[in-house]
């Protein structure tokens, strides 16, 4: 079974704080990627990876740094935590199919992160 | 105009109801199409994947793709309590891997 772990389900920082949220995936997947999730917007794209020390811009990069030095562990930073970074924060990651097949991007059970 | 359109709901049925869940979406680009499930406190599933148009069935659930409307939709027969979760739908164009996902629709299914 594909497993994919966060460092934390819940977290609270305070404004200003650097914050760093990890995932783990156990299957060799070349893509990973982070999204957050906010009720009534689903998931929007963060950044995701491709390779190691490759990162691409999602939709929404603004205040956040990706870091992917290990082809398992991807991280996601924000650089000076702001109130409006208050979401679900969601990991995930997918293999290339050589031909055709399955893009599924497997999930982590997400980052709960509050910031006051 | 969001890429891809999801009424939030929440949809509240009774148990053994037919659910009907569906997405429309802008892009004629997209090719891949795929429905995934989100319980409470837990990250998305895939459920059902289809490549272009057409249907494909897995037990209770129909997925159906009708890309001359640009419309997507999940059906779920003789729904169940366990069914009651967030259902996303996502897809994606023909090359790259990224996912533009609809919002979600909250289900419940009442017993």
């Known amino acids: 079974d594909v497993k994919v772990t966060q460092s934390s389900r819940y977290l609270v920082k305070r404004t200003g704080e650097k914050v760093f949220l990890e995932c783990v995936q156990d299957m060799d997947h070349e893509n990973m990627f982070w999204y957050r999730q906010d009720p009534g917007l689903g998931l929007r794209l963060i950044y995701f990876?491709?390779?190691?020390?490759?990162?691409e811009k999602g939709d929404i990069p603004e205040g956040y740094s990706v870091s992917r030095e290990k082809k398992e562990r991807f991280s996601l930073i924000l650089e000076s935590a702001s109130t409006n970074q208050t979401s679900m924060y969601l990991c995930?990651?997918?293999?290339?199919?050589?031909?055709?097949?399955?893009?599924?991007?497997?999930f982590g059970p997400g980052t709960r992160l509050t910031v006051t | 105009q969001k890429e891809v359109e999801q009424d939030p709901g929440p949809l509240s049925v009774p148990e053994g109801a037919i659910v009907s869940l569906n997405c429309t979406y802008s892009?004629?680009?997209?090719?891949?199409f795929m429905w995934y499930r989100q319980y409470s406190r837990k990250g998305p599933e895939l459920l059902m994947y289809?490549?272009?148009?057409g249907n494909k069935e897995d037990g209770r659930f129909t997925a159906q793709v009708d890309k001359s409307s640009k419309y997507i939709s999940l059906f779920i027969r003789d729904s169940q309590p366990s069914d009651s979760a967030t259902y996303l739908c996502?897809?994606?164009?023909?090359?790259?891997?990224?996912?533009?996902f609809g919002a979600g629709t909250i289900l419940r299914v009442k017993s």
């Open positions: 289809t490549y272009s148009s």
């Open positions: 990876s491709y390779d190691v020390k490759m990162k």
């Open positions: 995930a990651s997918s293999w290339t199919p050589k031909t055709s097949g399955s893009y599924e991007q497997y």
């Open positions: 892009n004629s680009a997209f090719q891949y």
């Open positions: 996502a897809m994606k164009f023909r090359n790259g891997n990224k996912l533009v």
